[in-house]
């Protein structure tokens, strides 16, 4: 998927869609602009994984010189989950990353890292200081179990685990401990639960040649060796299951391993059978965990077995209902409840209880089932889908303002807001307090002075849909979000014109979506050009956001300096070089503090 969107980008100007949106995209958003520099779209991404780069792949093609786009990140390094989520034995993958640098070399892109929205700068500022600003930040907390225990020593979300072993700095500190680990179990059957389940199982030697965090290398090296068996717990059966047959062979190709999944529990019903005739994925799944086990079995019959170090169990109709804990507090096993599949109406069909418990032991317990978006100080936000409202991608105007009205912080302050709180997973982090001396510098920075309105508001990646899908999805979701931007500047909505104020001088066809047939005329072309020019409002954009960044970061000290694209290009060839030397692929700084000594050595 990742390759088909490089080679349609080199090809065409933009990614066709199938409603041919992002095709238009290209050919009529410059008209819509005025062509004075000084008059450029500004915009702001708010988070530079996946979704955040191929929006502003798509703004700057669809814009062309008319636009200047900051991309800021809470981390000093870019990329999100594909430096932070990607498994160390996935390098392949991350090779989208050259993809991203091209982008963000671009002039008319700006890459601000370790800079948090709702830490650093509020969404009201950034609303102030841009005309447009594209939520992009992601799913950073978990879908949890609700069961007792599950807060018992090492119990972790598999979010938490796989940044232990990536090497994000939230990650580093998390206390895993595999001394006398000799089972793990791993709630999901999920790409995610399968990922941790390789990193655990793999040969040391070839998961140390990775960009695995030091860290954790050396942990598992020096005490993952006991680990003897991992269950992967799902509460549907192997038909259902939610991996992919790539990620899974990979699993249950491992050397030395010997993979169980008990007969009984691969009994296929009539209505499994339907399932996997509709969905070729599901069958492949299933044949390959049957392939597998079957494979071991006859091992073991002809006594060959025996030598496999380590066993994967596939432990399938099995809900998790307590975590069991030692007298120290760490966990010893999981009570699992054997369920089965029948039909519900309204809920197709989902697993039912069917009284029977057992345990499954296990001294580390992996919890998969789900990553969650966080809400964040004035930002709109669905609590029940933990995903930012919206419709395509545009987040309705009214949600909009009244976030920011319920949000003390937010409303206090037209433009730039006093203290900011902690980022919900930096609450360790020194934040700004109120003093009446930065309040006064802050409100005569240039966010406050030249804002004309409120910028829009957009959403893409995660943080749109929710936590699924691939690297590539978030093309096609950027395609839809940029297609909504390109259709509100049409439409006169970016441009500083107060939402609903009648048709900005658009014609008929334009509000019908009729904008292909729109292009070809001159006369309405004109029309757009001119009534943008005239409402076009100027936004401080860059400049602002770093006056204002200046103002708050020198009441806050050094751990608060700005990254650019430059200061990450120097960390990310001092984890190259360091890599070299050792061995592996990339040497990761895991500490914010280490990578921004790197980072302004250099500079
Ligand atoms: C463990 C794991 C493994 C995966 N492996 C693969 C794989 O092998 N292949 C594949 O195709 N897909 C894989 N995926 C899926 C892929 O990573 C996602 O589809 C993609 O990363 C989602 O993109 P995103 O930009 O929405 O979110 P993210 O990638 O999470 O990016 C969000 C960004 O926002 C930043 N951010 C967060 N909060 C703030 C804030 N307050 N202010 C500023 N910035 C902020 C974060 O630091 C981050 O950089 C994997 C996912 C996971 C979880």
């Known amino acids: 998927m990742i390759l088909s969107y490089l080679r349609s980008a080199v090809r065409r100007p933009c990614l066709a869609q199938k409603n041919g949106a992002a095709l238009w995209v290209c050919r009529l958003s410059t008209q819509a602009l005025p062509s004075s520099s000084d008059q450029n779209l500004k915009f702001c991404i708010v988070g530079s994984g996946p979704a955040g780069f191929y929006t502003l792949d798509r703004l700057l093609k669809a814009f062309g010189s008319r636009i200047h786009v900051d991309v800021l990140d809470r981390l000093p390094t870019p990329f999100g989950l594909v430096r932070s989520g990607v498994s160390p034995d996935h390098q392949d993958t991350k090779n989208v990353i050259n993809q991203f640098t091209a982008v963000a070399r671009d002039p008319r892109a700006s890459f601000y890292g370790n800079v948090a929205l709702g830490r650093d700068v509020s969404l009201q500022e950034l609303r102030s200081l841009y005309h447009g600003v594209v939520l992009a930040y992601g799913a950073e907390s978990d879908k949890k179990l609700g069961i007792p225990g599950e807060g018992g020593r090492n119990v972790f979300s598999a979010r ?71 269950h992967l717990l799902a509460r549907r059966g192997p038909v259902q299951a939610a991996c992919t047959p790539k990620e899974l062979k990979e699993l249950v190709g491992l050397p030395d391993l010997a993979v169980h999944a008990p007969p009984a529990q691969m009994e296929v019903s009539v209505a499994d059978q339907a399932e996997m005739k509709k969905t070729r994925m599901r069958r492949r799944v299933y044949d390959l965990i049957k392939q597998a086990a079957e494979g071991a079995s006859s091992d073991q019959s002809s006594q060959g077995s025996g030598d496999k170090q380590r066993h994967l169990h596939f432990q399938f109709y099995r809900s998790p209902k307590e975590v069991l804990l030692d007298s120290e507090g760490r966990v010893s096993g999981v009570r699992v409840e054997v369920t089965q599949l029948a039909d519900v109406e309204g809920k197709g069909r989902v697993a039912v209880a069917t009284g029977r418990t057992e345990v499954i032991p296990a001294q580390l317990l992996l919890v998969s089932i789900g990553y969650r978006s966080l809400a964040l100080p004035g930002v709109p936000f669905d609590d029940g889908r933990a995903v930012v409202p919206n419709t395509s991608g545009r987040v309705p105007m009214e949600l909009v303002e009244a976030a920011a009205a319920a949000c003390p912080e937010e409303s206090s302050s037209s433009g730039p807001a006093g203290a900011i709180a902690p980022h919900p997973q930096q609450q360790h982090e020194h934040h700004h307090p109120h003093q009446q001396q930065q309040q006064q510098s802050l409100e005569s920075s240039p966010g406050s002075t030249n804002s004309l309105s409120g910028g829009r508001l957009y959403v893409v990646g995660w943080l749109k849909r929710g936590p699924s899908g691939i690297i590539g999805t978030n093309a096609v979701d950027a395609d839809e979000t940029v297609s909504c931007i390109v259709e509100d500047v049409l439409n006169g909505l970016l441009q500083g014109a107060p939402p609903g104020s009648g048709n900005g001088g658009i014609s008929k066809e334009q509000q019908t979506g009729n904008l292909e047939a729109e292009s070809s005329s001159s006369s309405s072309s004109r029309d757009l050009r001119g009534d943008a020019k005239s409402a076009l409002a100027t936004k401080a954009g860059s400049q602002g956001l770093l006056a204002l960044l200046a103002n708050r970061r020198s009441q806050a000290g050094p751990d608060h300096q700005v990254v650019d694209f430059a200061g990450w290009e120097r960390l990310d060839a001092t984890e190259r070089a360091a890599g070299q030397q050792a061995g592996k692929v990339r040497q990761k700084v895991v500490d914010v503090e280490d990578m921004l000594k790197v980072v302004h050595a250099g500079a």
């Open 160 to 230: 938490e685990f796989v940044w232990w072993y990536n090497g994000h700095p939230d990650g580093k500190h998390l206390p895993v401990d595999l001394r006398g680990v000799s089972s793990v179990a791993v709630c999901g059957i999920g790409n995610v639960a399968l990922d941790c389940a390789r990193v655990l199982l793999h040969p040391l030697d070839e998961l140390a040649a990775t960009d695995i965090a030091a860290h954790a290398m050396e942990h598992i090296r020096e005490h993952g060796r006991g680990i003897k068996d991992v």
